[in-house]
């Protein structure tokens, strides 16, 4: 978790507003196509597809919970997990709590 505190302080002091070319979830450790970083960008801001520093700390904590989540049952270290229904949503919810 200190890679990430240190990559969002550094980006506080660059950026008071993230556009989605700017957006580096790479940089905090988090592997995810160009296409996900728009879906985030859609999410976040609608609008103006541009991301405020807090929404952006806002989305690497719940990629973060989810991805330990997500790690917790990926035990080849595959990338791939198989859960039932009841189990994601309970994973969903406990990320979000």
Request: no cysteine; glycine share 2%.
């Amino acid at each position: 978790m200190s890679l990430v505190r240190r990559n969002l302080r550094e980006m506080t002091t660059r950026w008071s507003n993230l556009s989605e070319e700017k957006i580096s979830l790479q940089q905090t450790g988090f592997r995810l196509s160009p296409e996900f970083v728009r879906y985030l960008v859609s999410k976040f801001a609608p609008r103006t597809r541009k991301v405020t520093l807090d929404n952006f700390i806002v989305a690497n904590i719940h990629i973060h919970k989810l991805t330990d989540a997500f790690r917790s049952r990926d035990t080849e270290m595959k990338g791939v997990i198989t859960i039932r229904y009841e189990d994601f949503i309970a994973l969903a919810f406990s990320s979000l709590m």
